[in-house]
């Protein structure tokens, strides 16, 4: 574990309420998984950061470290991780995500 870049993860988490570090960015996603969560984030009325972990090898490594998830994408919301795609993709199609969502903007 590096703790330069486990700090910088920690901080950038902190920083931005709706994070989600990819493959791209939200503009252009480098692969199916990041695209399908891109695109159910842009079902949504809500500002959220992206990290291109595809230009970073250390960071693509360190947080799946950090997370103790072995994929990416990787969602945080309000400094809590939420999950990969197929953990994504059920929380939108239960509902569960609107209601993360909507915590988020109300608080």
């Not at 970073?56 to 799946?64: A, C, G, L, S, W």
């Not at 953990?87 to 988020?104: A, M, Q, R």
Request: hydrophobic share 40%; net charge negative.
């Amino acid at each position: 574990m590096d703790n330069n870049l486990n700090l910088t993860i920690e901080m950038l988490i902190q920083k931005h309420p709706i994070i989600l570090f990819m493959k791209g960015d939200k503009n252009s996603p480098k692969c199916n998984f990041s695209k399908q969560v891109v695109d159910i984030l842009n079902t949504f009325n809500i500002e959220y950061h992206t990290i291109n972990l595809l230009n970073d090898i250390y960071m693509r490594n360190e947080i799946k470290i950090y997370s103790q998830w072995p994929t990416i994408p990787q969602l945080y919301i309000n400094q809590q991780f939420i999950g990969g795609t197929d953990i994504i993709v059920d929380l939108y199609k239960t509902f569960k995500l609107h209601e993360i969502l909507e915590l988020h903007t109300n608080s």
